[in-house]
């Protein structure tokens, strides 16, 4: 067994009592092929919590400060997630995530770039937009719909892949096409609350 595959059995055993965790939408998810994986971002749990829930392996870009935490940073890449530079563009990064889907795996994001402070969605990053035109990857629309209470449902809403072919097609912009995909996360989030 990999540690991922450790890490997301034990974390789903401890966490599924706590948050009463209710995940729809499974069956919407590529059972292989190159995904992006994006989803709303209201607490620090959210990155776990996609991860214990989604049916494949996500590979999370996660801010490259936690790779400093001794114990934390040696543990990350275990769990699939690579280093991000914050409020620049990371090319490195940008690579390593556009290898991930290139490779067939699910690249995960949050394309708000951080937590939501009221818990309502906010303006997406290009970040999302950049990967979803710049790869062949099905783009999922994912929405957590908390609160995040010890005892109190927690909804995990997986959405039916976003067509994003005519934007690929017209060569649209990053940010029109994160537009798109925030659009359907609050779709997602409006429908399932």
Do not use: W
């Not at 009592?17 to 292989?32: A, C, D, I, S, T």
């Not at 990371?90 to 994001?109: F, P, Q, T, Y």
């Not at 990053?174 to 399932?192: H, R, V, Y």
């Amino acid at each position: 067994m990999t540690v991922y595959n450790f890490t997301k059995t034990l974390v789903y055993g401890l966490l599924k009592p706590v948050y009463r965790m209710e995940v729809v939408g499974v069956e919407n998810f590529p059972k292989e092929g190159g995904v992006l994986l994006c989803t709303n971002h209201i607490e620090n749990m959210d990155p776990p919590i996609v991860g214990i829930t989604a049916p494949r392996p996500v590979h999370f870009m996660a801010k490259e400060e936690l790779f400093n935490v001794p114990a934390l940073g040696k543990l990350l890449p275990s769990l699939n997630a690579f280093p991000v530079k914050r409020g620049m563009s990371d090319r490195e990064a940008l690579r390593k995530g556009l290898k991930v889907i290139k490779d067939g795996n699910v690249l995960g994001l949050f394309p708000e770039g951080t937590r939501s402070k009221t818990g309502e969605i906010g303006k997406g990053l290009a970040g999302a937009g950049f990967f979803a035109l710049r790869s062949e990857a099905y783009v999922v629309p994912c929405a957590i719909i908390g609160p995040y209470k010890a005892f109190k449902k927690l909804k995990i809403v997986y959405g039916a892949p976003i067509d994003i072919a005519s934007l690929r097609e017209r060569r649209a912009s990053a940010e029109e096409t994160t537009d798109l995909i925030m659009g359907e996360i609050s779709k997602l989030i409006q429908a399932n609350r």
